[in-house]
């Protein structure tokens, strides 16, 4: 489990794509002594599992199928992602809960300034849009935020300058694709309204 709240933006030094796909990342913030092989780390919103480390970097692996349905896709050697530990017991929940399963890919659609805030604008497949309601959270590129307003298949998100300082998204453009992972709640009240609505 995890927040969405980054604690490291790491770089990917190598890609090596035979079979399952392994990835080198740099992380310099991350407290890798405090974290064993076989823990998982949210990259961008992935949870993916270490399975080698050193001081400063470590290793994971990609299925084809996590490939297939995120935007690991299209990374490439230098790219930045958005890193955070799994949750502890007992530790802060700035954020929300999130599994780091992702449930599809989300396009950058608008970009402008709104007072120091950055004003998002996202489209997601329609299927989700069940899922987005204005006040509720989303995690995009692991990130937990806010939405502000949602109409279909369309949602809009201000990201304070702290964020964008201290993400991926300081370099955010409109076209960009990001990892999308809706609120857990929100997805078992819908499961629960739809069920009901069959009986």
Same mark, same amino acid.
């Not at 599992?49 to 692996?61: D, G, N, R, W, Y």
């Not at 590129?141 to 702290?162: C, K, P, R, Y």
């Given at each position: 489990?995890?927040?969405?709240?980054?604690?490291?933006?790491?770089?990917?030094?190598?890609?090596?794509?035979? !079979?399952?796909?392994?990835?080198?990342?740099?992380?310099?913030?991350? *407290?890798?002594?405090?974290?064993?092989?076989?823990?998982?780390?949210?990259?961008?919103?992935?949870?993916?599992?270490?399975?080698?480390?050193?001081?400063?970097?470590?290793? %994971?692996?990609?299925?084809?199928?996590?490939?297939?349905?995120?935007?690991?896709?299209?990374?490439?050697?230098?790219?930045?992602?958005?890193?955070?530990?799994?949750? /502890?017991? !007992?530790?802060?929940?700035?954020?929300?809960?999130?599994?780091?399963?992702?449930?599809?890919?989300?396009?950058?659609?608008?970009?402008?300034?709104?007072?120091?805030?950055? /004003?998002?604008?996202?489209?997601? *497949?329609?299927?989700?849009?069940?899922?987005?309601? *204005?006040?509720?959270?989303?995690?995009?590129? !692991?990130?937990?935020?806010?939405?502000?307003?949602?109409?279909?298949?369309?949602?809009?998100?201000?990201?304070?300058?702290?964020?964008?300082?201290?993400?991926?998204?300081? %370099?955010?453009?409109? !076209?960009?694709?990001?990892?999308?992972?809706?609120?857990?709640?929100? /997805?078992?009240?819908?499961?629960?309204?739809?069920? /009901?609505?069959?009986?």
């Amino acid at each position: 489990m995890f927040t969405g709240i980054i604690q490291d933006i790491g770089e990917i030094s190598a890609i090596d794509k035979r !079979g399952d796909w392994t990835l080198t990342v740099i992380a310099k913030k991350l *407290p890798l002594d405090k974290i064993n092989l076989g823990a998982s780390i949210s990259c961008s919103g992935i949870c993916l599992t270490v399975i080698e480390k050193q001081s400063a970097q470590f290793k %994971v692996q990609i299925s084809a199928e996590t490939v297939d349905k995120t935007t690991a896709k299209k990374w490439r050697q230098g790219q930045r992602l958005n890193l955070e530990c799994a949750l /502890r017991l !007992g530790d802060e929940l700035s954020g929300h809960l999130l599994s780091g399963h992702i449930d599809g890919v989300a396009r950058i659609t608008n970009k402008r300034g709104e007072g120091d805030s950055q /004003r998002f604008e996202f489209e997601i *497949p329609k299927a989700f849009s069940k899922f987005i309601a *204005p006040k509720g959270s989303i995690s995009l590129d !692991g990130v937990s935020l806010t939405i502000n307003e949602a109409l279909n298949a369309h949602f809009g998100i201000n990201i304070i300058q702290h964020t964008q300082n201290e993400t991926t998204f300081d %370099v955010a453009q409109v !076209g960009d694709e990001v990892n999308f992972e809706v609120d857990m709640m929100a /997805r078992y009240i819908v499961r629960m309204l739809e069920q /009901r609505a069959a009986l």
